[in-house]
């Protein structure tokens, strides 16, 4: 038998008062998203029942099969590449975007929605092959070239860290997402207010809590069977 969320959610919550009594950082800053995309139904009800607000899909046919039950009552997350073909299909029932990497896809994003969306832009900081997101030296003029697009609007940035222990490398990781955030920030657009900073998973969130995550993606340590 799997632990259940509610108890997963407890050690996490307790988790992150720790980690943020450590850095001064008060606990309500931190949304947890459940990412569910190994999940099923069942579990996905448990956890909206434990108390879960925020949930996390990274493919859109699974996305749409849970949405189709669960409706609007879970805050709905994209976290997974976007095919641009795919973004009429999902556009009005997500409420945030963390896989904004490419004009391409914000062109889409903003021919297809009806009100501007939430997006994050997902940052490849690492610089691994098999990860996406957009290049850390390109980030910046990326969101400026944004502007032109009434329907996205930039609310922070999103990254995955390498999948090792090393915790100076993932410290690094979400330093240097921070570090672009604050550039961003800098420039005071009124389309790209970039205050939040999605970052941090089963493995790593408390590090990335310490470096200043608002959104961590938590999978296999909170709905895992
Ligand atoms: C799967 C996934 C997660 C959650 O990973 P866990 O290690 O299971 O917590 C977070 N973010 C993204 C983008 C994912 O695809």
């Given at each position: 038998?799997?632990?259940?969320?509610?108890?997963?959610?407890?050690?996490?919550?307790e988790?992150?008062?720790?980690t943020?009594?450590?850095?001064?950082?008060?606990?309500?800053?931190i949304?947890?998203?459940?990412v569910?995309?190994?999940?099923t139904?069942?579990?996905?009800?448990?956890?909206?029942?434990?108390?879960v607000i925020h949930?996390g899909?990274?493919r859109?046919h699974?996305?749409?099969?849970?949405?189709?039950v669960?409706?609007?009552?879970?805050?709905?997350?994209?976290?997974?590449?976007?095919?641009s073909?795919?973004v009429?299909?999902?556009i009005?029932?997500v409420?945030?975007?963390h896989?904004?990497?490419?004009k391409?896809?914000?062109k889409?994003?903003?021919?297809?929605a009806?009100?501007?969306?939430?997006?994050f832009?997902?940052?490849n900081?690492s610089?691994?092959?098999?990860?996406?997101?957009?290049?850390?030296?390109?980030?910046?003029?990326?969101v400026?070239s944004?502007q032109?697009y009434?329907?996205i609007?930039i609310i922070?940035?999103?990254?995955m860290a390498?999948?090792?222990?090393?915790?100076?490398i993932?410290?690094t990781?979400f330093?240097?997402?921070?570090?672009?955030?604050?550039?961003?920030?800098?420039?005071?657009?009124e389309?790209?207010?970039?205050?939040?900073?999605s970052?941090?998973?089963s493995?790593?969130?408390?590090?990335?809590?310490?470096?200043g995550?608002?959104?961590?993606?938590?999978?296999?340590?909170?709905?895992?069977?």
């Amino acid at each position: 038998m799997a632990t259940s969320v509610k108890e997963n959610l407890a050690v996490i919550q307790e988790k992150i008062k720790q980690t943020c009594e450590k850095v001064g950082r008060d606990p309500q800053e931190i949304k947890i998203i459940a990412v569910t995309k190994y999940s099923t139904i069942e579990r996905t009800k448990e956890a909206i029942e434990a108390g879960v607000i925020h949930l996390g899909e990274n493919r859109d046919h699974e996305f749409l099969n849970k949405y189709e039950v669960l409706g609007d009552k879970p805050t709905w997350h994209f976290i997974g590449t976007l095919q641009s073909r795919k973004v009429k299909n999902i556009i009005d029932k997500v409420h945030y975007i963390h896989s904004l990497d490419r004009k391409s896809l914000a062109k889409e994003i903003n021919k297809r929605a009806t009100k501007p969306i939430n997006c994050f832009v997902q940052v490849n900081v690492s610089g691994e092959e098999s990860k996406h997101g957009i290049a850390p030296e390109e980030t910046v003029e990326f969101v400026k070239s944004l502007q032109q697009y009434p329907n996205i609007r930039i609310i922070g940035l999103m990254t995955m860290a390498p999948h090792i222990e090393d915790e100076t490398i993932l410290r690094t990781c979400f330093q240097k997402l921070r570090q672009l955030q604050q550039q961003i920030q800098q420039l005071e657009l009124e389309y790209a207010p970039c205050t939040e900073l999605s970052m941090g998973m089963s493995n790593d969130y408390e590090i990335a809590i310490e470096e200043g995550a608002t959104y961590i993606r938590i999978g296999t340590a909170l709905v895992g069977e």
